[in-house]
DNA sequence: TCAATAGTGTCTCTTAGACAATATCGC
DNA sequence: GCGATATTGTCTAAGAGACACTATTGA
């Protein structure tokens, strides 16, 4: 446990009010991909029947990155995530649910939850998403989640709250995002197959893209480079190995090049 | 006055934290075009020698797009005004400023503002941006604003907090955007010529566009479409009015097609 | 006819996008 | 040799981008 962990022993029911901000939290969509699968990591607190994004509140005496690293990081046990602010949600009664009330909260804590609890007042949530290679993952919940785990973004189970549009909004900008951006580089290891590479962008892009037209772009514009070595495989012949080019791909997020097609 | 003047009863030192949401708020940035200048709307409350953004709280009544829209709506009198939000700003201090403190709002307010008075918190801030023609707008101030006016976004005066980052921030997003939207729907009169277009995108994208090629690319696009009209002036050869494609302008956005080069 | 601005056409070069045959591996 | 997957080249069409001359108007 590293310094960070102090903070949990803040217990939200008791003096979270003192210790985080009101009105506004954040929420994490953590997307894991891992052999043509594109996942999102959530959780289901007890004695609830929806699932929720890994979300919280922002203490005073962090940023809003820093809240959403905190809390990313608690669920995956990883450190080297790439958040990226994506959008803020604000509607008055958006975090109104049957499966959110001071019953229910009293019920699963223990402690006597009024109805004017701040937990239940309008929160402006801002949103961040990130990529990760989900099999790095342990997910991790807590004390209050009774589950916390990977889910198909193809099949995802009912929702609280607007966490289901939260959801499409960090897909769309990840789609929108993975045309300038070189977002293997974050995912793949760093030596990876022109296989590897071209699965993740169907994966995430959901459609078929010619391999040869595929290759053909990112070689040219030089942002992976061969490398001589080949992976062993069995039963057919060994695929070459690729890396990155770090200041190609530093050159192609600053001219808008258009990576993908 | 209508209905939403009401609002304006709450005075934001007597009563605003019981209608405001805490420790979150909205900040416009409000871009004017006219006669290939871009100005930003900015607003210098009385006492202070720093200038701010237009922004505000948000009332728990309201979504914070809403409250970003009554706010714009204040300043500038419009009512259509197309609101895009860019990204939210969070750091703990972010809001101090020796422009900004209870002398100064004491003495200015005539109300005795404690020093841990509500407004003096870490607040996130979502932003919002807008484009409008700034001839059409008469900036209106309140009674704690000594000046509210226009300034080129290339003359900025010194401003308070980190609203100067913001306005950079929301300047870059304006300009991702400008290739993908057709920004001059929202902001040239129903007839234009190409000049109008050609020195709006000019002006904003702060670069030299090669006339030719840019209404080339308009007009196979389908984008705009040229009317029989011309433009009587004086002096010279009459320029032909054009008009905006509204069915390809949206297909444009669907496809992400890459509006100007 | 001059000053001022409007309006266009051509050429080259790069690249998007469609398309399928050949090479290597283990067995 | 077979099954499986890897690797790669060509063609066409569209478009980016460089470039400068002619057309209209009022005075």
Redesign the pocket.
Known sequence: MDKKENSETINPLIDGHLHYLHNVSVDNVIFGYHEKELKVLLQRPQGMAKWQLPGGYIKRTETIGEAARRIAEARTGLTELYLEQFRSFGTPRRTEDEDFTPELLSKVSGFKVPADFWMFDYFVSVGFYTLTEFSRVKPNGDFYMEECEWWPVSELPEMVFDHLEMIKEALKTLRVHIYHHPIGYELLPEKF???DIHALYETILDRKL????F???LL?TGIIIKLGE?K?M???????LYMFDKDKYENALKEMM?LV?
């Open positions: 197959t022109l296989q010619d391999s040869r037209n290759t053909k772009k040219t080949q062993k069995k039963g057919h012949r060994y695929p070459f258009v097609v």
